[in-house]
């Protein structure tokens, strides 16, 4: 969880701020929407005593 978390901030802080390209843009913006719906499943899964998700991210 704790990687999906640092991985975010790194794209937004980091990255994002760098990219000129629009079609950059677009990718790290879907790139962190897509490690953020990770982080939620697991976070899900963790709340529920599972561990499906967690396994995949």
């Given amino acids: 969880m704790e990687i999906c ?3 975010s901030v790194r794209i ?3 990255d994002l701020l ?8 677009d990718a790290l913006v879907n790139l ?3 490690v953020q719906q ?3 499943l697991v ?3 963790y709340a529920q005593g599972k561990a499906d ?3 995949d991210v």
């Fill in 12 to 14: 937004i802080k980091g």
């Fill in 53 to 55: 998700h967690a396994l």
């Fill in 5 to 7: 978390a640092k991985e």
């Fill in 18 to 25: 760098n990219a000129k390209s629009p079609n950059t843009i």
């Fill in 38 to 40: 990770s982080l939620d």
């Fill in 32 to 34: 962190t929407k897509n």
């Fill in 43 to 45: 976070l899900e899964d």
